[in-house]
């Protein structure tokens, strides 16, 4: 298993880095185009092994996948006619996948079965199978822990069509959102979801881009299908093309990096900038951070700017993170917290249980993480409490990553304030996001090996 040998910074970070393209987005150009007839060119993918499992399950589903130069190009089926699978599809490490499939694959008239590794296998899918069932679809999986449902599932065969539904979700998830919204394209009669918090909304703005019927308001997504089915319920994407925009998600640990160990200039080029994916941003501006936002514009209907990051490590106090902030932050509390480590003062995540069933229970995992080092950090039942000790070195760390990207990313970034070199191990899984991550933070100026 690869581990991660982090040295501290010696000198301030510097670099100008072309920000991998965006994993949700990633997922979402890929699977939707699928549905498409007419070939679609994605450029900008980030490689990771998620989208890969994404691009691997289309092809699973009659779809053509190859590659031209540095873009993906997808020969698609359309919505109807997509293929039963040949064999179980195999979502590997991806939750994204496998929720989005299981709206997919609910309104088709073939049988498929999907599965996930480890990770995936204990991820609960209540969430989104429940309200599957009620609109008329079959899907069945294993019990889980409590009284929940997890990978291995079987979908389908669908004899007829889904029904229209309201859904008022529990939970603010973009997975759940994306199935019901691709089953509700399906459905006879309209859907209405609606959402206690502000999640994602690639799949909304991508969708309407192809001329899915859906129309969002606040957090209510409607899809109107029946009258789009009469006249030949066509998704085509003007043009052809999807830039994906670079990821926020990878771009948060560069920024953190530069912020703790201080920059001459650090630049993430081309970063998405939608307002459901930037509340790191808010979270660093709270504890007295400056990331500049630089040539704001449009790629691929999202805003995207360079994020920019310069001088010594600033001095910065706690903060916290609740309500919606948490639901637009949630995939950088792990870094966010190695942030707070570094602030003076007690910062607080609350209204995170959802970080309890990632691909690790990052609660958690984020707190031995912090432990590893020598923080006083404490788990609480919806999040945590990070006290921080800014001016002193951390102590040199053995971090677990427990096989979650997210951990071994946090753990190589605060490696950079020990007093000696740290290990990060289980490292090798930070691919499933950021195959690049190593080179990018070697080209910064951080002395960091792999081992096998
Ligand atoms: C994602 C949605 C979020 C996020 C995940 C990616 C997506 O999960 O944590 O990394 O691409 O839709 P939930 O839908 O469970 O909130």
Redesign the pocket.
């Known amino acids: 298993m690869t581990a991660f040998v982090v040295h501290p910074a010696t000198r301030p970070l510097s670099g100008t880095i072309d920000v991998p393209g965006d994993k949700?987005i990633g997922?979402r150009a890929l699977l939707f185009s699928l549905l498409t007839t007419a070939p679609v060119r994605i450029r900008g993918l980030g490689g990771g092994a998620d989208n890969g499992r994404t691009a691997r399950a289309i092809g699973q589903l009659g779809a053509t996948v190859s590659r031209d130069g540095d873009a993906v190009v997808v020969q698609g089926t359309g919505l109807r006619e997509a293929r039963a699978p040949a064999a179980p599809i195999d979502c590997g490490n991806s939750?994204?996948t496998i929720r989005m499939l299981c709206g997919l694959l609910a309104g088709q008239p073939f049988r498929a079965e999907l599965f996930g590794d480890d990770s995936l296998s204990r991820r609960p899918m209540r969430r989104v199978i429940d309200p599957l069932l009620t609109m008329g679809a079959h899907i069945t999986g294993s019990g889980g822990s409590g009284a929940d449902v997890v990978p291995p599932l079987v979908i389908g065969p669908l004899d007829g069509r889904l029904r229209g539904t309201e859904h008022a979700l529990a939970i603010?998830?973009?997975?759940?959102k994306?199935a019901l919204i691709l089953a509700g394209l399906q459905a006879d009669g309209i859907s209405r979801i609606t959402e206690p918090g502000p999640?994602?909304d690639h799949t909304e703005r991508l969708l309407a881009a192809m001329g899915a019927p859906i129309t969002s308001r606040g957090r209510e997504v409607v899809v109107a299908p029946d009258a789009w089915r009469g006249a030949g319920s066509g998704l085509e994407l003007p043009g052809g093309a999807i830039d994906v925009p670079g990821d926020p998600s990878s771009s948060a640990f560069l920024i953190a990096a530069a912020l703790v160990a201080g920059a001459e200039v650090v630049v993430c080029r081309g970063v998405c900038i939608n307002p459901t994916r930037t509340g790191f941003l808010d979270v660093l501006a709270a504890m007295g951070a400056t990331v500049t936002v630089e040539s704001p514009r449009q790629v691929g209907g999202e805003p995207v700017a360079d994020l920019i990051v310069r001088g010594a490590a600033p001095d910065l106090r706690a903060t916290e993170i609740s309500g919606d902030l948490t639901v637009r932050s949630?995939?950088e509390v792990p870094i966010l917290a190695a942030v707070a480590a570094r602030a003076r003062g007690t910062t607080i995540v609350r209204d995170a249980h959802?970080l309890r069933v990632?691909e690790s229970d990052r609660i958690a995992t984020t707190v031995a993480m912090l432990r590893a080092f020598g923080v006083d950090a404490d788990a609480l039942p919806d999040g945590l409490v990070v006290v921080g000790a800014p001016g002193r070195p951390l102590a040199p760390a053995v971090v677990d990553s427990a096989g979650d990207h997210r951990i071994a990313m946090a753990g190589t970034i605060l490696a950079l304030t020990a007093s000696g070199s740290s290990r990060v191990d289980d490292a090798g899984n930070v691919a499933t996001s950021f195959p690049s991550f190593v080179a990018v933070m070697s080209g910064l100026g951080v002395e960091l090996r792999e081992e096998p």
């Open positions: 949700s997922h939750g994204t603010a998830s973009a997975q759940v994306t999640s994602r949630i995939d959802e990632k």
